[in-house]
């Protein structure tokens, strides 16, 4: 299965060490979502804009892991989205973004 993360667990990112067994397929930038800032990580959520982040190939343990860091408290749910690579899970933000710094570029790497 695949993935596309945005945000914390991208290459070089605080909490990247989950990826510790994926598969880096490529990076993709996906259409029609927008990208805010949550502090620490951000969150992606449908929108007019763009969200860049990176495509990888992990194992069923890795993505359970992966639902117990982002969808444990409601604040992502889990989408299946098509990328160059094939289908990927994508953690989606479900609170509301009002008073949220909006992260123009899409690239966390540019807050």
Do not use: C
């Not at 800032?37 to 992606?44: D, F, I, K």
């Amino acid at each position: 299965m695949r993935i596309f993360v945005y945000g914390s667990l991208r290459r070089k990112q605080g909490n990247s060490h989950w990826m510790t067994n994926a598969q880096w397929l490529g990076d993709y930038d996906i259409e029609n979502y927008q990208l805010f800032s949550l502090g620490h990580y951000p969150g992606a959520v449908p929108g007019e804009g763009s969200v860049v982040g990176e495509v990888y190939r992990i194992d069923a343990t890795t993505l359970a892991e992966l639902d117990a860091l982002r969808t444990a408290r409601g604040e992502y749910k889990r989408q299946l989205i098509q990328t160059p690579y094939g289908s990927a899970w994508m953690y989606v933000y479900q609170r509301s973004t009002e008073g949220l710094t909006r992260i123009e570029s899409g690239n966390w790497l540019d807050r």
